[in-house]
């Protein structure tokens, strides 16, 4: 089993940034990615990204490509989502998951989650 701890979320500005953290603990080779995606008010779930378990390999999601980018930091059991560049749409809470693959990621059928951490874009 994978536990999974988002930190780093908050309040800023449109055009601020933010960073979060997802630590990751427990069966860390039971899954394909380190997933990221979002959950507005009375929006559906958005899949943001991705990055590899095996090679590091990142995938986005097009509305956030350009803005977003996803790390990782091995040693510390840790991934990252930058945000750059947000917007009162990114407005939202933000979970780290494990996928099982880019199938499911697509399905937004994920395995272990985190609590979430919420993000507000605001001015």
């Known amino acids: 089993q994978v536990h999974l701890v988002e930190s780093g979320g908050g309040s800023v500005q449109p055009g601020g940034s933010l960073r979060l953290s997802c630590l990751v603990s427990g069966s860390t080779s039971d899954y394909y990615a380190i997933g990221w995606f979002r959950q507005a008010p009375r929006k559906q779930r958005e899949g943001v990204g991705l990055i590899s378990r095996s090679d590091g390999a990142t995938y986005l999601t097009d509305s956030v490509k350009g803005r977003f980018t996803i790390s990782r930091d091995s040693a510390k059991n840790t991934v990252y989502l930058q945000m750059n560049s947000l917007k009162p749409e990114d407005t939202a809470v933000y979970y780290c998951?494990?996928?099982?693959?880019?199938?499911?990621?697509?399905?937004?059928?994920?395995?272990?989650w985190g609590q979430g951490t919420r993000v507000t874009v605001s001015s």
């Open positions: 998951v494990t996928v099982a693959s880019l199938v499911a990621f697509d399905r937004a059928d994920f395995g272990s």
